[in-house]
């Protein structure tokens, strides 16, 4: 038996009116997702705890077994790891943006965040932009300073460690302040100094960089700020493999999922032109993952991009984005499985991230498990709607595992 986790980051919606009053799972042409969902079971889990802020990190980490009530300490420590950051105690770790922010007067508190990925730069501006800023002398002076080290990644996000400090600091995810004057979400607590200076140090440095000066000529938003947020201390999990008995490869472009398998002790390969967008390598994460159930019997696919059209607030996007979902993941997933023998699926976004908020939303989501033996005669699509209509709901999101590997 193999058995495969799909996430559609960011997938579930309320209904939107430029989809006349639908929610693009409902308006996403999806046959061979909405086909398994006819013969298998949808349903609602509640992937994030009361009390617990809604996210990738929070919401995955439940996902993948690990109750972030008992296991999370902050974003970046997961993503850290995803990163080939290897933590110790004492460590504080951030995650840090190359955000877009206006660039009005010369004072940086006075601004307003206008994207959380830098006007969606792609990975190789945004590695040569840090690279950039970390090779100027006052920026570097600013982080010798304060003990700071970055690792760089081929995207926006990017991670920031303190070989000592405090992780009780408030932050703010800046994909939660679209459009909002940045001075009311500028950290506080614990280092607030320190954070706000390299913060404004690095607005000062980036938006005078060539690969900016080339994006506003090309009518794109400069990358032209770090913003810190998500901190953390070390963390540690269990391991998935004694956990449930199975083992296998988690295939993202993301460094939080890949640290979240990093730190389970599954294994998480890199796939070439994989970015996290709606560009994404498709195809590639689907071999991947066929090539690792040759070997293992368990592979995860997470899919990055609706959550990505969400906080741009893009509902056609989104709806492309499913139905990508759909066509590239779906159709060549099952065909590959056909050859391998029985097998089960659980696809399901990790959270709502509404095109209204452009933002993440703790709501219950629907989920979707098949098993290749079994026609349940349930006869539903797989969306929000769905997914209400027995009112039984999974309260556990860390419950999902099991749920994927009963027989």
Not at 267 to 276: F, L, N, R, S
Not at 379 to 399: C, F, I, M, N, Q
């Amino acid at each position: 038996m193999k058995y495969v986790l799909v996430i559609g980051d960011g997938m579930a919606d309320f209904p939107v009116k430029e989809l006349g009053d639908k929610t693009p799972l409902q308006t996403a042409n999806k046959p061979v997702i909405d086909s398994l969902a006819k013969k298998g079971v949808v349903k609602e889990v509640k992937t994030v705890p009361d009390g617990v802020a809604p996210g990738s990190d929070t919401a995955i980490l439940n996902i993948f077994g690990y109750d972030p009530r008992k296991y999370y300490t902050g974003r970046s420590p997961l993503e850290a790891a995803g990163s080939g950051v290897k933590m110790v105690q004492g460590n504080v770790s951030f995650r840090c943006n190359l955000a877009a922010v206006t660039e009005n007067g010369d004072n940086y508190t006075e601004q307003t965040m206008l994207s959380h990925s830098g006007g969606a730069i792609d990975g190789q501006d945004a590695k040569q932009l840090m690279y950039e800023l970390l090779s100027t002398p006052s920026f570097k002076a600013i982080l010798e300073k304060y003990g700071m080290s970055f690792t760089v990644n081929p995207s926006y996000r990017h991670i920031a460690v303190l070989a000592t400090g405090s992780s009780n600091v408030e932050t703010t995810p800046p994909h939660d302040i679209l459009t909002r004057p940045i001075k009311g979400y500028l950290p506080k607590g614990d280092g607030e100094n320190m954070l706000r200076e390299i913060m404004a140090e690095s607005w000062k440095i980036l938006k005078t960089l060539p690969i900016n000066n080339e994006r506003r000529a090309n009518g794109k938003m400069p990358a032209n700020s770090l913003w810190f947020w998500g901190q953390g201390s070390a963390v540690v999990l269990s391991s998935f493999e004694e956990k449930y008995g199975h083992f296998g490869d988690a295939i993202t472009a993301v460094p939080l999922v890949a640290g979240i398998a990093d730190l389970a002790g599954l294994k998480h390969t890199e796939v070439a032109g994989a970015t996290g967008e709606i560009d994404t390598n498709y195809q590639g994460k689907v071999d991947t993952a066929l090539k690792a159930l040759e070997s293992s019997d368990f592979a995860a696919i997470h899919v990055e991009a609706p959550d990505e059209c969400g906080h741009a607030g893009n509902a056609e996007e989104k709806v492309k984005a499913i139905e990508l979902i759909d066509g590239k993941v779906f159709a060549p997933l099952l065909a590959g499985l056909e050859k391998l023998g029985d097998y089960r699926i659980l696809f399901l976004s990790d959270h709502y991230t509404p095109i209204i908020t452009r933002t993440h939303d703790g709501t219950p989501v629907p989920f979707m498990l098949y098993d290749s033996r079994k026609d349940t005669g349930n006869g539903l699509p797989y969306t929000e709607e769905a997914a209400k209509l027995d009112g039984e709901r999974l309260e556990e999101g860390s419950e999902l595992m099991s749920l994927l590997f009963a027989e």
